[in-house]
């Protein structure tokens, strides 16, 4: 496997790809505070999932748990799925993702170009609701008792964190550890807490922000149906083993219309496409930019790009329908990115 902060400049497998993203000043205070988004989607699959992908399936081999011709079993909303697809096509194994229709379509669309087996658990539902409990159960229950599959159970499983232990080292690369605050999306938890466990290595006094949907649960009540896709945790399912509540110093819960909103504002103030929750993310770091020390540099964990949220996060129809769609929430955001980046 090739280290990300010594990649070489040609590769034989996409997988070696992974890492090494860059950062992007998006806002800056007049006392020198800055926002600095990890850019994720610069990864094979435009996603921070694809690290945790590889290292689950690396460390599986490592165990003898998997073997030529094998099968992987996951449970995902799409992006981990598109990072186990593009490991099992390039090492042979058959690859099974149990999805449901709260799943991006184009996620859907690009684990099946790469030869992965779809099963729905709510294949005659026409509505677009999220079943993570439900999806864990069939994905265990398939897995169960086979020869040579390996359920990777994202949530639990310790080697999803570990594969994001190169994003905090990439990230004391990049600052030579001038690094305040991370804040993050909190799913599984391996991106966040991965991350904030390495950089504390070299960063001691870090603090950890982690932002969830409203209607999760990781940071307590109340719980409710949300749309912001591969994040969260959400009434019925168990907070996975990895959101690690000793590595975040606080919890923050943004709203649906509010990530939404911000990952628009954001393509059209700065011509980057983020997902919905990274919006929630960036949404979450803007409120809190002004109130920062001078000279304060917070980075943001963007797991991935808006381009497989064109069916929803960017469609005006769409959002509309469930009313997520609000011109005013964006022209706000707006308002703030205009005023932060006039002092870069």
Not at 165 to 182: C, K, M, P, S, T
Not at 293 to 306: C, E, L
């Amino acid at each position: 496997m090739t280290d990300a902060l010594t990649r070489p400049p040609m590769v034989r497998r996409i997988s070696d790809l992974i890492g090494y993203t860059p950062l992007f000043e998006l806002a800056r205070t007049d006392n020198g505070a800055r926002l600095l988004l990890k850019l994720e989607m610069f990864n094979p699959t435009g996603s921070a999932k694809i690290r945790m992908a590889r290292q689950m399936i690396d460390d599986a081999e490592q165990r003898g748990e998997l073997r030529d011709g094998g099968h992987i079993i996951e449970s995902t909303s799409g992006n981990t799925g598109l990072g186990l697809a593009v490991v099992a096509a390039e090492r042979g194994y058959r690859f099974t993702a149990v999805v449901d229709n709260h799943a991006a379509a184009d996620k859907l669309r690009g684990m099946k170009a790469m030869g992965t087996e779809l099963v729905y658990v709510d294949a005659d539902s026409d509505g677009d609701e999220l079943h993570t409990a439900a999806r864990e159960d069939l994905a265990e229950d398939m897995a169960r008792g086979k020869n040579n599959t390996f359920f990777t159970e994202q949530h639990n499983n310790p080697s999803n964190a570990v594969g994001y232990y190169a994003v905090g080292r990439e990230i004391a690369q990049a600052l030579d550890n001038q690094v305040d605050v991370l804040i993050g999306a909190v799913g599984t938890g391996g991106g966040l807490c991965g991350t904030a466990l390495e950089l504390k290595k070299t960063v001691p006094n870090l603090t950890v922000i982690g932002v969830e949907p409203k209607g999760s649960i990781a940071f307590g009540p109340p719980a409710h149906d949300y749309y912001q896709s591969g994040t969260g945790t959400p009434e019925g399912a168990t907070i996975g083993l990895l959101v690690d509540y000793d590595l975040i110093d606080e919890g923050a819960k943004v709203g649906d219309i509010e990530a939404f909103a911000t990952a628009r504002a954001v393509a059209r103030h700065c011509g980057l496409l983020i997902g919905g929750s990274a919006g929630g993310v960036v949404h979450e770091a803007l409120a809190r930019l002004p109130h920062l020390a001078p000279d304060t540099v917070m980075v943001a964990f963007i797991n991935d790009g808006g381009e497989k949220y064109m069916d929803t996060v960017f469609n005006d129809d769409w959002m509309t329908e469930r009313d997520l769609h609000s011109p005013q929430v964006e022209h706000d955001v707006e308002e703030r990115l205009t005023k932060l980046r006039r002092n870069r």
